[in-house]
């Protein structure tokens, strides 16, 4: 069992950035490949972001490239989002989750367990 903790949104102003970290509890993180999705209210959930379990290769929405950045740390068994340059439309929870996969992780069923998410504001 892999028990995923989000933590650090907040309300930050149009153009701010945050980094919302994600605290894995489980001996084995580094065999996980992570991912970063993103629900705003009223919508579907969405990928926004993932990186292999060796960190070498990192996926982004189109959207948020050049924008953010899915840093992780395997030593200390975390996986991190920088969000820069925010935008109104980023507004949403976001939600870590952790995959036993090594393809599709834009989609939703590729991944195992689930954090309960954080919610992010950008005000204009």
């Known amino acids: 069992q892999v028990l995923l903790r989000e933590s650090g949104g907040g309300l930050v102003q149009s153009g701010g950035p945050l980094r919302p970290p994600c605290a894995a509890s489980?001996?084995?993180?580094?065999?996980?490949?992570m991912g970063w999705f993103r629900q705003a209210p009223g919508k579907e959930r969405e990928f926004v972001a993932a990186?292999?379990?060796?960190?070498?290769?990192?996926y982004y929405k189109d959207s948020v490239k050049g924008r953010f950045t899915i840093p992780r740390d395997n030593a200390k068994n975390m996986v991190y989002l920088q969000l820069n340059s925010l935008k109104p439309e980023d507004t949403a929870v976001y939600y870590c989750?952790?995959?036993?996969?090594?393809?599709?992780?834009?989609?939703?069923?590729?991944?195992?367990?689930w954090g309960q998410g954080t919610q992010v504001t950008v005000s204009s």
């Open positions: 489980v001996p084995t993180f580094s065999v996980y490949a």
């Open positions: 990186i292999s379990w060796d960190g070498g290769t990192t």
């Open positions: 989750a952790a995959a036993l996969a090594s393809r599709w992780f834009d989609r939703m069923d590729t991944y195992n367990f």
